[in-house]
């Protein structure tokens, strides 16, 4: 290793300069540095709208890379292949990344360490996804947190790394490696006439994170707490989307709430302890993969899911008959994102109303969400369906009329996604039929539907099979 041998920085979900502990130690070297982004069997298996939007924000981080004289190479193909190729053309003898957790990319990168070890490169990963290593937090008896109260007690006291500032240029190699186009590996492909609708609705790359934080500490913050799960008003970060590529780090978020705490704000508590939800998925995925794909309690093997058919067809349409629902599976088809609370209001009605299974949900979500998330959207689809991580001692079932009464009131938020509530429907709801395939066959001219399932016979319903569950 020389001080003229470059360091290969693997650009995965870290799209940032500051506070990037990878790119802040390649840096450090003195050493040239060759960001390059790899298109593997990862990144294609992706769904329509986080593939999307990753490409979209790699295209804004290329810029912010060019803007500090340096450049993103993109190559497509086996991971290590990749990786053994550049080494060999550039003469690099480091690769060095960024650490994800979810089971599928934990068994890749094992192996590329592994065999780019073997042949004397330095291979090496650091932390920048999350706050704490998931090995970092442990009980008194040294096993990992299962239930989120502890959790958080555990970390909310805990050093948090400081801030690093982006640096000003990065030093060239003396010659780059050929990249492929962007452009040519269409991401956007699968998201059809969609992705005109759901564009407005994003906010990409890092600058656009830090201003979306910024703004958040000044305005909401302070309210957080007590309107967050308020359907009616704007008041939640909106930091998901930006967390989820890495446009900004956890590190600057949860400063930046620390910061507001000490000013008095009194939302701002609440708001890390949001933070660290994320944070325990990781620590849950970490620990117990198996709660990406397969039921994360003992026991629930044998709850008794239904085929509901084609009346999945109709939850992912926004036509189950029950106003809030539909409009928070609208709001998801045409922002590519959701409000919390409303996520739960739709899980609760698919996996307890029509007793559908979680991973039916989940799979949907992955497809359309443009913040999806392998670990958050996992712990959120088995914690409302009951065979998740939950403190909580009985079969939680949301009822969402009710729900729309504490949260939405006035129907603003209902109006402003369904457009069949309204003689004069806001341009919000008639996106939908804008974005919405047109083998759907849906109009804003359409009837409102009845029910899928009655709320209190799906209740009733949902709690006998989780009785049966029980005594099988």
């Known amino acids: 290793m020389t001080q ?54 790699l295209e804004a981080f290329a810029q912010r890379l060019e803007d500090i004289g340096s450049r993103l190479i993109f190559r497509k193909g086996d991971a290590l292949t990749v990786l053994r190729d550049l080494v060999a053309q550039t003469g690099a003898t480091s690769v060095w990344w960024g650490r994800q957790y979810d089971p599928d ?35 008194g008896q040294g096993k990992f947190y299962q239930v989120y109260s502890p959790f958080w007690r555990a970390v909310k006291d805990m050093d948090v790394a400081a801030r690093q500032p982006a640096p000003k240029s990065l030093r060239k190699p003396e010659r780059w490696p050929e990249s492929d186009r962007l ?41 957080y707490k007590d309107l967050r799960d308020m359907l009616d008003r704007d008041v939640c970060s909106g930091l998901s989307e930006n967390l989820t590529y890495g446009e900004i ?39 117990t993969p198996h709660i990406i794909s397969r039921n994360w309690r003992e026991g629930w093997d044998s709850f008794a899911w239904q085929d509901a058919g084609d009346d999945v067809l109709r939850w992912k349409q926004g036509r189950t008959g029950i106003d809030v629902v539909d409009a928070a599976m609208r709001e998801l088809y045409v922002t590519g994102r959701m409000h919390n609370r409303a996520r739960m209001l739709v899980a609760s009605y698919l996996t307890k109303h029509m007793l559908t299974h979680w991973r039916v949900g989940q799979d949907w979500f992955a497809e359309c969400l443009v913040d999806w998330d392998p670990a958050a959207n ?54 939908f039929f804008d974005a919405c395939p047109r083998s759907w066959g849906l109009s804003p001219r359409d009837a409102r539907p009845a029910p899928i399932v009655a709320l209190a016979d799906g209740r009733k319903r949902a709690l006998a099979a989780y009785e049966n569950k029980n005594k099988s």
């Not at 325990?280 to 995925?285: E, G, M, Q, R, T």
């Not at 009329?401 to 509530?421: C, G, I, M, N, S």
Request: charged share 20%.
């Open 183 to 223: 452009a040519d590996w269409t991401f956007g492909r699968g998201m059809n006439r969609g992705a005109d609708v759901v564009l407005p609705y994003l906010h990409i790359g890092e600058d656009a994170a830090q201003a979306r934080l910024a703004q958040f500490i000044e305005r909401n913050v302070g309210q």
């Open 378 to 431: 996992a712990m959120g689809w088995q914690w409302v369906a009951g065979s998740g991580p939950d403190a909580a001692p009985y079969f939680r079932i949301f009822n969402p009329d009710t729900q729309a009464e504490k949260f939405d009131p006035a129907a603003h938020y209902r109006k402003a996604w369904l457009a069949e509530l309204s003689e004069s429907p806001p341009q919000s709801a008639m996106s």
């Open 249 to 287: 780090s956890p590190v600057a978020i949860w400063h930046a709430g620390q910061h507001a705490l000490d000013a008095g704000k009194p939302g701002a508590e609440h708001f890390l302890k949001e933070l660290v939800w994320r944070e325990f998925a990781y620590h849950l995925v970490y620990h």
């Open 4 to 57: 003229s041998s470059p360091v290969i920085w693997w650009v995965r979900r870290d799209l940032r300069l500051a506070d990037n502990p990878v790119l802040h130690a390649a840096v450090s070297s003195g050493r040239p540095v060759i960001a390059v982004f790899i298109c593997d069997s990862v990144v294609e298996n992706l769904g329509a709208a986080p593939k999307w939007r990753l490409g979209l924000g």
């Open 105 to 139: 990319q934990i068994a890749r990168d094992k192996d590329v360490k592994a065999a780019l070890a073997d042949t004397g490169c330095d291979a090496r990963s650091y932390a920048g996804h999350v706050l704490f290593e998931p090995w970092q937090v442990q009980t």
